[in-house]
């Protein structure tokens, strides 16, 4: 744990006011991943807020990827716990508190990859989180939808994945249903 991570956990973001951000990733907006992990491949894949039948972890493992996750439920706090060996972190964060989970990611230098909605570009906090790391952006054509965990209703947003390190260029931009309709391999 690096210092100064103590004042924020993932379970006191679990309490406060975001009681929507316990939202799931469909399988769909995780399978886009595949066509940049083959750099990842003798890599180890941190899912840190993603259970063990998460799709993150459920695709990667299946397409032969080595992944360790935590997720809070099981006292794997985001914010004190790491694993004792990975590199690079992958995973759809809690929305509320994103910023302080935008700065514990960029504290490692290693790369990720962070779901996140779009409307957080017009917040002053990624600009100044981001200004200096090289920022990448894998963009969609479609929103994003999500499984609520208190509710039958989906929630959609217009999402991407934020990233260092991870994408061959600055900006990508994929639609989901050519890529759900191809063969990755």
């Known amino acids: 744990m690096k210092d100064g991570w103590n004042k924020m956990t993932n379970e006191f973001l679990f309490t ?35 259970t063990e039948d998460g799709e ?17 439920s099981t006292g794997q706090d985001f914010y004190l716990y790491e694993p004792e060996k990975w590199d690079v972190i992958i995973s759809n964060p809690p929305f509320t508190g994103k910023a302080e989970i935008f700065k514990r990611a960029i504290s490692f230098n290693k790369p990720f990859c962070l779901l996140m909605t779009l409307t957080w570009l017009n917040d002053r906090a990624p600009k100044l989180l981001f200004k ?42 994929r639609n989901f249903k050519s890529i759900n309709q191809r063969s990755l391999f």
């Open 16 to 50: 406060s006011k975001g009681k929507n951000d316990e939202c799931y990733t469909h399988r769909y907006a995780v399978e886009p991943l595949l066509e940049f992990l083959p750099q990842f491949k003798d890599k180890i894949i941190w899912c840190p807020f993603d």
């Open 56 to 72: 993150f972890v459920k695709v990667f493992r299946e397409y032969g990827y080595n992944v360790v996750n935590s997720h809070i």
């Open 132 to 173: 200096n790391i090289g920022m990448q952006l894998l963009m969609f054509e479609d929103r994003m939808e999500f499984k609520n965990q208190n509710t039958d209703k989906a929630i959609n947003f217009s999402s991407a994945y934020f990233c260092r390190d991870f994408l061959p260029s600055r900006i990508e931009i």
